[in-house]
């Protein structure tokens, strides 16, 4: 049985350049999606980490029986704020937020549904009904890669809205969201190694 790599199969968002700023057209892709809002470490978000890839590993455990094996994703954000001040000031207990998984385009509804049944059963996951899988299309965007820990990410997301200026481009920080591909295991890697795509929605 082939195993299927998505990052290897879409280098081109998944392994940007650290040293410039490239634009992409991200298709529609499915994902499992959880939503909340504050900080990275509130409850909220330990919420998502506790059941997303329980799910998502359910689910890569539950293709594989049915004749298709892949790499589990990273954990990916889509950042937003009604008022982007709150970005800026550093509120973060106002920040919202959208955790995904990225799935490939053979996992359907149905068999989403049967990994959650799965898991109901068998799992002490009481946040499971907030995880949902959903199409979701990014567009054009700027991106790069940062290199380091999240709080230093500052400078390399000015270098893309920048990069974005610079070409024409304009964007809504309501609608087109600020996208983090986590590609390092938080757990394994110090944070002056951590790689993260920071990633732009632009019209």
Request: aromatic share 10%; proline share 5%; with cysteine.
């Amino acid at each position: 049985m082939t195993k299927l790599d998505l990052k290897r199969e879409r280098k081109d968002l998944y392994s940007p350049s650290s040293s410039s700023v490239s634009v992409v057209e991200v298709p529609a892709f499915k994902y499992l999606m959880f939503d909340g809002q504050g900080a990275p470490d509130g409850e909220d978000a330990q919420q998502a980490y506790q059941v997303m890839f329980p799910a998502a590993y359910k689910l890569k455990f539950l293709m594989k029986a049915k004749g298709h094996d892949y790499g589990v994703m990273p954990l990916e954000g889509l950042w937003w704020a009604d008022d982007m001040d709150d970005f800026v000031k550093g509120r973060r207990d106002r920040w919202k937020w959208t955790y995904m998984i990225r799935q490939p385009d053979f996992v359907t509804q149905k068999d989403f549904s049967e990994v959650v049944a799965v898991l109901k059963a068998k799992e002490h996951l009481p946040c499971l009904s907030k995880v949902r899988l959903e199409s979701y299309r990014e567009g054009r965007s700027a991106q790069t890669l940062h290199v380091g820990p999240f709080a230093a990410e500052g400078p390399n997301i000015e270098r893309i809205h920048s990069h974005i200026n610079k070409i024409g481009g304009a964007f809504d920080g309501h609608k087109e969201r600020h996208h983090e591909i986590y590609l390092s295991d938080m757990r394994r890697v110090s944070p002056e190694r951590m790689k993260t795509v920071l990633r732009q929605p632009f019209h």
